[in-house]
């Protein structure tokens, strides 16, 4: 018999961006919905260098959540070629910061200030060591010489091995696993690391992007792999292994931004990020291993209480408006006008 009804405890989002002042009308009460907590990316324009900055941020976006809601965002700090680690000593101490993100300069949307070279970071990532604080790595090379589908690849074995190597007690994420030598990495690795898998990199693949035109709304960073990847993170999302974990990157931009000669990389999916999951292990045959990747194995890793609410999701068709209002302007969401095969029945007090 086909399961109809799965209940798992309410999840958390381990890598989100939200932008910032009236984009938080959208993108807070979506994420709100039915995640309990959000790890927030902290590439705004400028970045979130600072503990009184990601504070500040953590107040606009507690003012943008609903009424009643319970969403916490978990902030983090922007690493820069600059960052002290009496920062990283300050963001601990104030009990609101939980990673910081490592950019490389020029890999994606808002990482013009990243860091040029982790050499410049020797001491901000020792003092995250010794507090047991993550650190969240985008994890592509930026030489131009590096085909795009090799950067992930190449990350690995030129930066995450030393730094590994270097730093063998530092807390990794890799942010957005899209290939299978990541999720390979990853398992095997004995290094407390562990990734987030996205949605959209569950559910697409390069033909998606590019067969029959180009699918400007397909298009994020690190961008949709061939499908024997996409297939090697299905596996890895559905497997019950404790090292990966739900990370929507919920990216948004304006659809202009997106439909454009240089269009920008993002994906929005927070109107829909439980259920485009519940679709993928359904399809996997593997709903009994949605509650350890949606609701457990993040929260353990960062060494943070899973949550006590109950969220029900059920097997019935719903249709995604054809567009959001994202600050006055449309965007187009993930599988817009399209028909999602899960939805939430029911949230828990
Ligand atoms: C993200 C964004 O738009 O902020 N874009 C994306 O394609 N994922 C940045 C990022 O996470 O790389
Ligand atoms: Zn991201």
């Known amino acids: 018999m ?3 009804n799965i209940t798992l405890p309410q999840p958390d989002d381990w890598h989100l961006h939200l932008r910032d002042d009236s984009a938080l009308n959208t ?12 790890i927030i990316m902290p590439n705004l324009q400028p970045p979130v260098t600072t503990t009184e900055q990601a504070l500040a941020y953590r107040q606009r976006i507690l003012q943008a959540r609903p009424v009643g809601s319970y969403f916490q965002p978990l902030m983090t700090l922007y690493l820069t070629d600059n960052t002290s ?4 000593q300050r963001a601990y101490d104030s009990q609101h910061i939980y ?4 950019y490389p300069a020029g890999a994606t949307t808002n990482s013009a200030a990243g860091v040029t070279d982790l050499t410049h970071c020797t001491e901000a990532l020792a003092r995250m060591s010794q507090l047991g604080m993550p650190l969240l790595v985008h994890g592509e090379v930026t030489d131009p010489k590096i ?3 090799d950067r992930e690849k190449v990350f690995i074995d030129q930066i995450l091995q030393p730094l590994i190597a270097r730093l063998p007690d530092l807390k990794i994420v890799f942010e957005h696993a899209t290939t299978r030598d990541a999720v390979d990495f990853v398992r095997e690795s004995s290094h407390p690391i562990a990734a987030t898998i996205t949605p959209h990199h569950l559910l697409l693949n390069r033909n998606d992007l590019l067969v029959g035109g180009i699918h400007p709304h397909h298009y994020c960073l690190p961008v949709l792999k061939r499908n024997t990847h996409q297939q090697a993170l299905i596996e890895a999302a559905t497997s019950g292994d404790p090292k990966f974990f739900l990370g929507t990157d919920s990216a948004p931009h304006a659809q202009h931004s997106k439909e454009s000669g240089c269009g920008c990389a993002g994906i929005y ?10 679709e993928v292990f359904d399809a996997a045959g593997a709903l009994d291993k949605l509650t350890g990747f ?7 890793f960062y060494g943070l209480p899973r949550n006590t609410r109950q969220l029900t999701l059920s097997k019935q068709d719903w249709q995604v408006p054809d567009r959001i209002d994202f600050s006055g302007q449309p965007l187009i969401p993930m599988r817009a006008g399209e028909i999602i095969s899960w939805q ?4 828990s007090d």
């Open 99 to 102: 990673a910081v993100k490592l």
């Open 269 to 278: 999916s927070s109107h829909a990020a439980i259920e485009l999951y519940a």
């Open 2 to 4: 086909t399961i109809q």
């Open 294 to 300: 949606a609701s457990h194995f993040g929260a353990d």
């Open 27 to 38: 993108t807070v009460p979506d994420s709100a919905r039915y995640f309990k907590r959000a």
């Open 147 to 149: 085909d795009i589908f």
């Open 344 to 347: 939430v029945a029911n949230l």
């Open 85 to 88: 680690e009496d920062e990283i």
